[in-house]
C-alpha cells in the first residue's frame, strides 16, 4: 500500500542523498492516480518556491515533476527482481538394453533435450499528466506613502523590504495634486480641513505681523520728528 506522502524531514534526507550522488526510490502514493503503487526514482528536487510539484521523478523513460504528496519512501527491497529457478527438464528412467544382432546398424540421431525458455512480460503503464509550466514569480509589491505631520506634507516610496525613497517634504501644491488622483470618501475632506486649519493660522501671523509693522513704522516718524 503506498504512503502518504513525505515528510520535510524526508525531502531533506532526499537532497543530502542526491548530494551525495545516490538516487532514492519511492512509490507513488493514491494522489498520484493511475500510477500509485509503481516505483520510481527521485532524480531532482527543484526551488518549492517556484512550484509544488519540486520532486522530479524517472518513471519507465519520463522525467516528471510531483508533490511532495505524490510519493512516499519506498519500503526496503521494493524493485528487487527474484531470483529465477532453473526449470530441469523430467530425466527419463534408464532402460535395460537389450542385445541386438544385426547385420548392418545405421546409427539413430541423438534426441535433443527440451529447452525451457523464460518469457518476461513487460505491462505498459499509462504516462502521468504533462509537465505544468512552472509560473514565474512576479516583483515585489510598490507602496507609495503620502502624509502630513507637525505642518508638513512628505512622500515615500518602498518596494518589498527595499527602501527606494525616505520621506522628504513636498510642497502643498504638490500634494494636493496627488490627493486629487485618490477618489477615496473622506480623503478629500480631510486634507480640505487640514488646509483650512493652516490658512487660519497664516492669516493670524500676518495680522500679528502687520500690528508689530505698524507699530515699528509709528515710532520711527516720531524719532523722525524728534530730529
Request: hydrophobic share 45%; aromatic share 4%; proline share 8%.
Amino acid at each position: 500500500m503506498a504512503g502518504q506522502g513525505l515528510s520535510e524531514d524526508e525531502v531533506q534526507g532526499f537532497r543530502e542523498a542526491l548530494a551525495a550522488g545516490r538516487k532514492p526510490k519511492v512509490v507513488f502514493t493514491a494522489a498520484a492516480g493511475q500510477i500509485a503503487g509503481q516505483l520510481g526514482q527521485v532524480v531532482e528536487l527543484t526551488d518549492p518556491a517556484v512550484s509544488d510539484e519540486f520532486v522530479v521523478v524517472r518513471f519507465g523513460r519520463d522525467e516528471l515533476p510531483f508533490s511532495p504528496a505524490d510519493v512516499a519512501v519506498a519500503p526496503k527491497g521494493a524493485g528487487r527482481r527474484p531470483v529465477e529457478q532453473k526449470v530441469e527438464p523430467p530425466q527419463a528412467e534408464p532402460v535395460a538394453a537389450e542385445p541386438e544382432f544385426v547385420l548392418d546398424r545405421v546409427p539413430q540421431p541423438r534426441r535433443e533435450e527440451p529447452k525451457v525458455e523464460t518469457v518476461e512480460t513487460v505491462e505498459a503503464k499509462p504516462a502521468r499528466r504533462a509537465v505544468k509550466a512552472a509560473k514565474p514569480k512576479g516583483p515585489a509589491g510598490l507602496t507609495v506613502t503620502l502624509a502630513y505631520a507637525d505642518g508638513e506634507w512628505t512622500v515615500a516610496a518602498q518596494q518589498g523590504a527595499k527602501v527606494l525613497a525616505k520621506p522628504y517634504v513636498l510642497k502643498p501644491a504638490e500634494a494636493l495634486r496627488m490627493v486629487a488622483l485618490v477618489d477615496v470618501p473622506g480623503v478629500h475632506e480631510a486634507v480640505e480641513q487640514i488646509l483650512s486649519t493652516e490658512r487660519s493660522e497664516a492669516e493670524r501671523q500676518a495680522e500679528k505681523l502687520r500690528a508689530e509693522l505698524a507699530e515699528i513704522e509709528a515710532r520711527l516718524a516720531e524719532l523722525r520728528e524728534a530730529g
